[in-house]
């Protein structure tokens, strides 16, 4: 589903050269659900922000579904990712000014999807992530754990073929953030693909595969078992 | 999905009540300025366009090249001369316009200011419209009067007119035979009686509508579709030498002007009324256009200066899907949506304001904002406003790459550079607006106050009847005004101070040839021995009349040539070649025939200043004071003593009413005169100094939300100098060095452009003030916007920097 050969990433300022992302080779199967570790600056990020199309690599080559993404124009990297990516960020993200329907929904606008068929979707993607009770809510009004989940909402409307999730955990307490790893668990049992960058080892255990990296390279690739996953799924 | 952006746009208008205000005030008092403007431009440019065939109308016009005359009128025998001459001209009329006349109605004498005397055609020439009466057969006789409806309604209230009689100077009984609807406010003419040009020979003279030096009517002609004047007007120098002889070209030409350019463009001597100005109206629509850019770039810089807290927006829609024109919509939307607030609340305040307005300028200026073409007209400015407004900020926050702002890397500092160069625009536009208006006020101030050369204080002016004998009524009025002690001195003379003297003749010097090159052209007064005295004129030379040389006789048949005394003022004496001294004792004649036979050898005595007589706006001319011969010396100056005048203006009009039972009285103070030639600039002024101030507030306003946002943005920075021993002052003068500096770059732009404007605007004037009596405004200007900003700035400022250094950091 996503094949990513040679992929550099060099950041540069007037005097200064880094190297984000040094020569990734990776390929995600669709349905697998990734997890991404390593220290600080080790360039999980960049990666992700390449794989969602939000910053573009300075070499090597990408391809979604076959396509390849390399060198294509913002307009078309829009359609991308409305059409095929859906996105969870470690601080939400969400829009203060508008309700958790009116934010869910947003992918849809771009969409040009119908009023009706949108108020369906939002309502129904609301109530699998818990939260349809809020639908009128401010973010600003919501608990961390309940603005995450708004967020998952959002990133899933649309039937992304790949979700990319930043450290989602992140700003969470342990339970709140079991409770979004048991969605993303779901999404993925559904048939998501999920890429998640992840500091925490034990929120790495619900992925398929766990990728290491360090100084912007894959160091090991770390293939888990199914059923491993779904016992922690199913304890927490 | 527009659904969204309107609540997102309502939501962030109602999130930031500050920018909003800011920015929906700021742009509401510019929208008000140019829909003002607009109306008051319309109105300029309507004038004479409602005329029929108005596009293909001419007024034709003659200038004299000696004495530099540019006269909108001519002579009688012009129009028919052309008419018959030029068989393009489709049609012609002439319109005398002899100023205030005296018209009795049963026992009441008015003195009338609207009549005119005009060929009977006049009515079909501008398609007037009859409301009573024959149009056709109006004027058929000398004795017809047609008169406007408000006249009728003056003269005869509800009475039918037609048949009515009115006489006209105690000489014509002319009967009203027609009524025609009002003329409109918007045209260059101002008439309200018209009497039959047949009448001019009975109280003119035999040869008035002969005579080519009587350059007072008005005249009109119209060419075919798609002719090219110049094809006409090229001719008129030959038309000239046919008529006039082989000399004529070299002291007269004739012109023509489009109708319709006239009240604009045409600025000539004895024109009906001051007409407008093309640069008075590109002046006021520059001036509202700067005002509403100052508030459009209130909003640039206020959007792009929050455009951190918009950013984590832009970059949550374009991650899920907004592609960059979405999001330029979406801003482009919400600034549109914003101007249209401002643009409700200005069409309010235009209706507040456009009375006053209206009034101020005495024009009547209306404004439906519920006019369909209207509608449209603000519907689409509030698009393009928007849109110019809104078009910075939607394409630089719509740039912002989501990975990015989501990371929190992006700051408004992109564009610190671009919102510095806006103040500094706005606060240059500001401080030239101040100068601007600082200047005008100098030039009215040097107008007021200049030494004119005589002593124009505690004078009452008044015009003589026509048809009396100035000898005759003359001493009776002067020793019985001089009787009260409360008057100091009674003069006549052709024209009084503040008039322009378009009077003239030519003179040669005595022991040159007379022939048409020798001939000088010079301005011709008629006064009397005393006029000097009275207005306290110094002699350079010389002195004035004695007795034995008044009331010199005039050339005739059985003596060609005699002799007079005339004064000179310096440019005269100049133009001889004379030195005052010179001057007098030489002797000039003035020929008084087109075949030079007839003439006037008349001796220098006496040579005076030169003064200025009409206004600054002309030039002061070369000048020959001579005595009048009868039918001169229409005008009465009486000089007051100081203190109260109101006993001694009661014993003037008791003498006059002795003196002249049958003509009402009409006296004018002097002063009020002059101050009437300055009435445009006065308001000119006003306007520019209520335009300016709008264009300050404005800026200020935007000045004052950047100082916000700059100083919230710094409360972290601020705490931290605090904490490391900064005193308030410290960090009030850390938070205005920045502004202090962009006023600084503002006025170094403003001054020479400021300059250059100014110095062209002086030009108007013969004479304007020397630039050290305005220069020191320059200095002034820059130092007031910078009060205002230091004021502007201070307030949040000095709150900041009294908030106490934990709160801010913890703020952060």
Not at chain 1, 182 to 193: I, M, V
Not at chain 2, 356 to 370: D, G, I, N
Not at chain 2, 609 to 619: G, I
Not at chain 2, 755 to 777: N, V
Request: charged share 20%; with cysteine; proline share 4%.
């Amino acid at each position: 589903m996503i094949e990513m050969t040679d992929l550099c990433k060099v950041y540069r300022t007037s005097d200064v050269e880094t190297t984000a992302l040094d020569g990734i080779n990776l390929q995600i199967e669709k349905g697998e659900f990734i997890a991404v570790m390593g220290p600080s600056g080790c360039g999980k990020s960049t990666l992700l922000n390449v794989l969602g199309m939000l910053d573009s690599p300075s070499a090597g080559t990408y391809t979604l579904q076959g396509e390849r993404i390399s060198g294509r124009s913002e307009q078309e990297l829009a359609v991308f990712r409305k059409e095929r990516l859906g996105f969870i960020f470690q601080s939400f993200n969400l829009i203060d000014e508008l309700s958790v329907r009116e934010n869910v929904q947003l992918p849809l606008l771009y969409q040009k999807v119908k009023p009706a068929e949108r108020e369906r979707r939002v309502m129904e993607v609301l109530e699998r992530v818990n939260i349809a009770h809020r639908a009128d809510h401010r973010p600003q009004q919501l608990s961390g754990g309940q603005q995450q989940r708004v967020a998952v909402a959002r990133a899933v409307i649309s039937n992304p073929a790949l979700i990319l999730a930043d450290e989602p955990t992140g700003n969470l307490d342990s339970s709140n953030g079991e409770e979004v790893l048991a969605l993303l668990n779901d999404l993925n049992r559904d048939g998501t693909t999920i890429v998640m960058v992840t500091h925490d080892p034990a929120h790495a255990d619900h992925a398929t595969r766990v990728v290491n990296m360090l100084d912007g390279r894959i160091l090991s690739e770390n293939v888990m078992a199914r059923q491993q996953m779904d016992e922690v799924s199913h304890v927490s | 999905m527009f659904l969204n952006y309107l609540k997102i746009a309502l939501r962030t208008i109602g999130a930031n009540p500050l920018f909003s205000v800011i920015n929906i005030l700021g742009l509401a008092i510019g929208l008000a300025c140019c829909i003002i403007i607009t109306v008051f431009v319309n109105y300029e440019l309507s004038y004479d366009k409602h005329w029929d065939n108005a596009d293909r109308t001419y007024r034709v016009t003659r200038d004299f090249f000696g004495n530099d005359l540019k006269l909108a009128r001519i002579a009688p025998p012009i129009g028919p001369l052309l008419q018959d001459d030029f068989s393009e001209i489709e049609d012609m009329t002439r319109i005398f316009q002899p100023g205030p006349l005296n018209i009795t109605h049963g026992s009441e004498t008015t003195v009338e200011e609207g009549i005119v005397i005009a060929d009977r055609n006049v009515f079909e020439f501008f398609n007037l419209e009859f409301v009573a009466g024959s149009r056709d057969s109006a004027l058929a006789t000398p004795n017809n009067m047609v008169l406007s409806e408000r006249a009728a309604h003056r003269y005869f209230g509800s009475e039918d007119p037609i048949g009515k009689s009115l006489n006209l100077m105690g000489q014509v009984e002319a009967t009203v035979t027609g009524v025609f609807k009002d003329l409109p406010e918007n045209t260059h003419m101002a008439f309200e009686m018209v009497a039959s040009i047949q009448a001019v020979p009975g109280f003119m003279g035999a040869d008035e509508l002969t005579n080519w030096g009587s350059n007072n009517y008005f005249t009109y002609i119209r060419l075919p579709a798609g002719y090219d004047p110049q094809r006409l007007s090229s001719r008129f120098d030959d038309f000239l030498v046919k008529h006039r002889g082989v000399d004529a070209p070299s002291g007269t030409a004739l012109g023509m002007q489009r109708l319709t350019d006239i009240h604009l463009t045409s600025n000539r001597d004895s024109e009906w009324r001051t007409n407008g100005s093309l640069s008075t109206v590109y002046t006021f629509s520059a001036v509202a256009m700067v005002v509403l850019l100052i508030a459009c770039v209130n909003f640039m810089n206020l959007t792009t200066a929050r455009s951190t807290q918009r950013a984590r927006e832009v970059g949550i829609r374009k991650v899920v899907g907004a592609n960059r024109g979405q999001i330029i919509r979406q801003f482009l939307g919400e600034s549109v949506l914003l101007t249209a607030f401002a643009m409700l609340l200005a069409v309010a305040l235009v209706e507040l304001v456009l009375p006053p307005f209206s009034a101020f300028l005495e024009k009547p200026l209306s404004f439906s904002p519920a006019d369909p073409q209207t509608l449209l007209t603000l519907v689409v400015g509030t698009g393009l406003v928007g849109l110019l407004a809104g078009s910075y900020p939607a394409l630089y926050l719509s740039h912002f790459r989501p990975v990015d702002v989501l990371k929190g890397a992006a700051s408004g500092s992109g564009s610190a550079m671009l919102r510095k160069t806006l103040v500094v625009f706005q606060f240059a536009t500001s401080i030239a607006l101040l100068i601007a208006t600082g200047v005008v006020m100098a030039q009215m101030h040097y107008a007021k106050n200049l030494d004119l050369g005589f002593d124009r204080s505690r004078n009452v002016v008044m015009s003589l009847p026509y048809f009396v004998d100035l000898y005759e009524i003359y001493d009776p009025l002067r020793t019985e005004m001089e009787t009260h002690p409360g008057i100091e001195s009674v003069v006549y003379s052709s024209r009084v101070p503040s008039m322009q003297n378009l009077d003239g003749s030519g003179y040669v010097a005595q022991g040159k040839q007379m022939v048409m090159d020798n001939i000088l052209a010079m301005a011709d007064l008629k006064v009397d021995a005393h006029w000097f005295e009275h207005y306290g004129v110094t002699f350079l030379a010389g002195r004035t009349f004695r007795p034995n040389e008044l009331r010199p006789e005039e050339p005739s048949d059985d003596k060609p040539v005699t002799q007079a005394w005339v004064i000179l003022n310096e440019s005269a004496a100049r133009r001889f070649g004379w030195s005052p001294q010179e001057a007098v004792g030489k002797v000039i004649v003035q020929p008084l025939s087109r075949e030079l036979d007839r003439l006037v050898n008349r001796e220098v005595i006496g040579v005076i200043p030169d003064l200025y007589f009409s206004s600054l706006h002309d030039e002061r001319k070369a000048t020959i004071y001579s005595e009048p011969h009868t039918r001169y010396g229409r005008r009465l100056s009486v000089k007051l003593a100081p203190g109260n005048p109101q006993a001694a203006i009661a014993h003037m009009e008791s003498v006059w009413k002795r003196v002249l039972p049958s003509d009402p009285i009409s006296w004018e103070f002097l002063d009020d005169r002059f101050d009437a030639r300055y009435r445009a600039e006065g308001k000119q002024a006003k306007l520019f100094g209520v335009f300016s101030a709008f264009a300050i507030f404005v800026a200020t306003l935007g000045l004052f939300g950047l100082a916000s946002f700059t100083t919230e943005r710094r409360t972290k920075e601020i705490g931290i100098r605090k904490v490391m021993g900064a005193s308030v002052a410290d960090i009030v003068i850390l938070l205005t060095t920045d502004f202090t500096r962009l006023v600084v770059i503002a006025s170094v732009i403003a001054w020479p452009l400021a300059f250059y404007a100014m110095s062209q605007w002086l030009t108007r004037f013969a004479y304007a003030a020397p630039a050290s009596e305005w220069a020191w405004l320059f200095i002034a200007a820059a130092f007031g916007a910078l009060i205002i900003a230091w004021l502007t700035i201070a307030y949040q400022a000095g709150r900041a920097a009294l908030t106490r250094p934990v709160s801010a950091l913890r703020y952060e």
